[in-house]
């Protein structure tokens, strides 16, 4: 069974602080997405990586996969109010396998 | 594009009644559709993949009786959660792969209170 860990699970940081969390697993995945949830919404998604090493940003988020593709990391620069939501990872391709996701709150 | 419109949005019911949640492709066919369930403060929960024309897949633990889907069309899946109680209040999902999309397309869920 393929599995996701996320970590941290919860973060709480003041407005312009950097932060990284973390998707790791024990199986290669061909492609492993992210997503943003706000509270009673459904998850959107922010990006898809599929190759090895890829970097992908997006405004003041960089997410990259690892050379394995066993992992990935979402890393946000100067956190604003609005980046606050539970952020999750998602893999797989037969199976969907969804990380337990980082809540994130960014305190102005 | 790629939306899926998920609805209701809240309902609250009555313990022994059945609720049906629909989910619809609005700009493209959805031959799969997948159904979530999350508690508060937790991950999405796979529950079923509906296929179009065909029976739902039920991931293990996930009872076929109660949790009804039906998948009669290329942009309609529902989920009827039936005889519920109030331990199925919770939110409801469903999700659709689109081609060339990259990833999966969220409804925008349901939360469902049995009273």
């Known amino acids: 069974t393929q599995l996701l860990e996320q970590s941290p699970q919860f973060l709480s940081i003041q407005e312009g602080e950097n932060l990284t969390v973390y998707c790791n697993s024990s199986s290669v995945f061909s492609s492993l997405q992210w997503y943003r949830q706000e509270p009673g919404e459904g998850p959107v998604l922010l990006v898809t990586v599929v190759t090895g090493g890829e970097v992908k940003k997006l405004k003041r988020l960089t997410f990259q996969f690892g050379d394995a593709r066993k992992d990935s990391s979402l890393h946000i620069t100067a956190a604003q109010p609005g980046d606050t939501g539970l952020y999750l990872c998602q893999g797989g391709s037969e199976k969907l396998v969804f990380g337990k996701g980082m809540k994130l709150t960014v305190n102005p | 594009g790629a939306v899926v419109s998920q609805h209701p949005s809240r309902v609250i019911c009555k313990s022994g009644t059945s609720v049906k949640i629909e989910c619809r492709s609005l700009d493209f066919q959805a031959t799969t559709m997948f159904w979530y369930r999350q508690f508060p403060k937790q991950s999405l929960m796979l529950m079923a993949t509906?296929?179009?024309?065909?029976?739902?897949?039920?991931e293990q633990g996930v009872e076929k009786d109660k949790f009804l889907i039906n998948h009669a069309s290329l942009t309609l899946s529902t989920l009827t959660v039936t005889s519920a109680h109030p331990e199925d209040s919770s939110f409801y999902i469903c999700?659709?792969?689109?081609?060339?999309?990259?990833?999966?397309?969220f409804g925008s869920g349901t939360r469902l209170t049995v009273v």
């Open positions: 509906s296929n179009e024309g065909s029976k739902a897949t039920y």
């Open positions: 999700s659709a792969r689109v081609l060339g999309f990259g990833g999966y397309t």
